[in-house]
């Protein structure tokens, strides 16, 4: 734990005031109730704090896991989503035994703004119903059942509930602006609640009934012959529970990395300052106590896990529904409270837990006559907040690709659920990527002039320049680019001779190979011969695997530097007749042994 415990007590009690209205908020809108949520915040918090990879992860409902959460319970009710909950667990601890945690920071900064987006937009239209005042309807698609809540709402208003939501709102918006360190959530919860009391404010709608404690721990939910229909649900759940919580954790440690930082800039200005002070009581003859104490250095930089993150999470989701409470993942808004507070040692996160347990057990005839209404002003002040607009600016003006992504995986969040919204971000995303490196592949026509030996005479390098053409191929030679490569080389008319400088490929993948090999029999059929000078060591074992090195060598096309496939050429050219005799027959023979070629010739290759 942190050598700090106070500021980590300090900062949990302040996570557990934020945390307690959006752990009833998520609840309710997930469908399982507000005593779910807390259970969730509770239970999952407490065991992905002791047990995860992340000194300051915050765990527990959130948002995102509600959006997928909805569809669940529409189709297989409350209990399963409580078995889906436990399978996502112990798919997650299985993807924590496989190491797989370092594979999530290959998701593109677009993918995840979109992903953000969409998940507000469809917290924001969740939250309708309860906002408006009038019974969920039935559905499962959120734009659905928005449309159907505004129709209910125009048959008979409800004032009162819209009234609430937005005094919550404005005052949670307002105030975060205003002061920023205080929880206004709690507060506009409060004053909610009390005016709804005050005033007889039967229009709103309060929580109900909640039990005085977490419900003894049951597998009562779980169905054996269920389970087969519960995987895809099962696996959507850990994928999202896997994304949203590393992404939280390697937001946290952003956010304690900076602070750590600013606190050292911090105390080297006092030393510097104390330093003076210290050096003006020398001179007087005066010293003091607070001279001679130095400054708390500032604490180190942490960094979370990945694969411990997994584990953590894997176990909260297994522990979470025997109490009744429904997936959990790693919270960012929380988390990011946690930081900013002053959180030092993962003992925060676990004070949350412990704070929030002694409010089921303590505060449950309390907590249950917050209205909805309120609890919907929450979640739509968090919607909003959740939107970095400075972030989408950014996004959309980097690429024309990376705002195509961004948009595209933020419609399909709203359109579809948010699972295959983040793999058709990815895939679109992965596409439009490798259509950017195949781009950077160039064919470029270079002059052979600077290797040819200096006995050449003006008229010989006529000739030389007119029947032997000299590329460079830069960058990589795979499939997403080969057969432009392929149309490019075998375009080349009226020369006899091709030199190909390959030492500047970066890779080449089977098709690359392949595409390789096709030209160089093309050209061959035509009667143009091809020479290659400069292939890499790490690329011959794909141009190996398809026959490509065999038919360089059979034929001696394969050489060690540049300067040795043109003499090669010379040669072909002397031997067809077309130059005259050389003077001196230079005998420059193919590179002996082709897998001893090295790059220390590079100008030349």
Known sequence: MGREPRRDLLAGLTVAI????LALGFGVSSGLGAEAGLATAVVAGAVAAFFGGSSFQVSGPTGAMTVVLVPIVAQYGPGGVLAVGLLAGVMLVGLAVARAGRYMRYVPAPVVEGFTLGIACVIALQQMPNALGVEKPEGERVLVVTWRALEEFAAAPNWTAVALTAAVVTVMLAGARWRPTVPFSIVAVIAATLAAQAFHLTDAKPIGELPAGLPAPSLGFLDMGDLGTLLAPAVAVAALAALESLLSAQ???????????????????????????TSQAAQTGQTS????????????PQHHDPDKELLGQGLANIAAPLFGGVPATGAIARTAVNVRTGARSRLASLTHAAVLAVIVFAAAPLVSKIPLAALAGVLLATAVRMVEVASLR???????????????????????DLVYAVIIGLLVAGALALRDVARQARLDQVSFKAHLPGDHTDEEH???AEHIVKYRLEGPLFFAGAHRFLLELTDIADVRVVILRMSRVSTIDATGALVLKDAVETLDRRGIVVLTSGIRPEHRRALDSVGALDLLRAEGREYATTPDAVAAARRHLHGAGILPAPRTAPRTAPHPDPRAATLVEEPNR
């Open 18 to 21: 934020v945390a307690l209205p």
């Open 251 to 277: 937001v946290a440690d952003g956010m304690a990395t900076a602070q750590a930082s600013q606190a050292a800039q911090t105390g080297h200005t006092g030393q510097t300052s104390q330093a003076a002070q």
């Open 289 to 300: 106590r607070k001279d001679k104490t130095a400054p708390a250095p500032a604490p180190a």
């Open 394 to 416: 950014a996004m959309a003006r980097a690429t024309r690709s990376d705002a195509a992504v961004l948009v595209l995986t933020a419609g399909a969040t709203l359109a579809l």
């Open 462 to 464: 006529s000739l030389l």
